[in-house]
């Protein structure tokens, strides 16, 4: 088994990856109050979250691979953003879903750039 390089993160990897938790956990409250807003059960709301809880362990383990996966993921939750912004014209929940999942986007994307630089550069 290979074993994985690790370095010192530095001020602004922390500070993107910092960003990328508020914002993800922003985003899981807001997915989650969707679902109540339309009276739907916490199973619905748990499994709309799934995808998001399971990228936990590429926030906690530093793996780039799933940061990468996450990313892809995030697609997907920015298409329902677009959707439910323009279906609830001038609703704050739908909005606030839209902005959180593209800062959280930007900031996953950018982590992964000097992140990576980061680690190459500790060989």
Known sequence: MAKT???PRG???FFLWALMGLTWLGFVAQ???DVERFSGTW???GLRSAPLLFFLW???TDSMRLFIWFELVLL??????VEAAFAYQADVLSIAGLAL???NFTACMLYIRYRGRELRGAL
């Open 5 to 7: 390089q690790t370095a």
């Open 58 to 60: 590429a926030a906690f």
């Open 43 to 45: 199973l619905l709301s």
């Open 76 to 81: 997907f939750y920015f298409i329902s953003a």
């Open 11 to 13: 001020r602004l990897t």
């Open 31 to 33: 997915q989650a109050a």
């Open 101 to 103: 999942v593209v800062i």
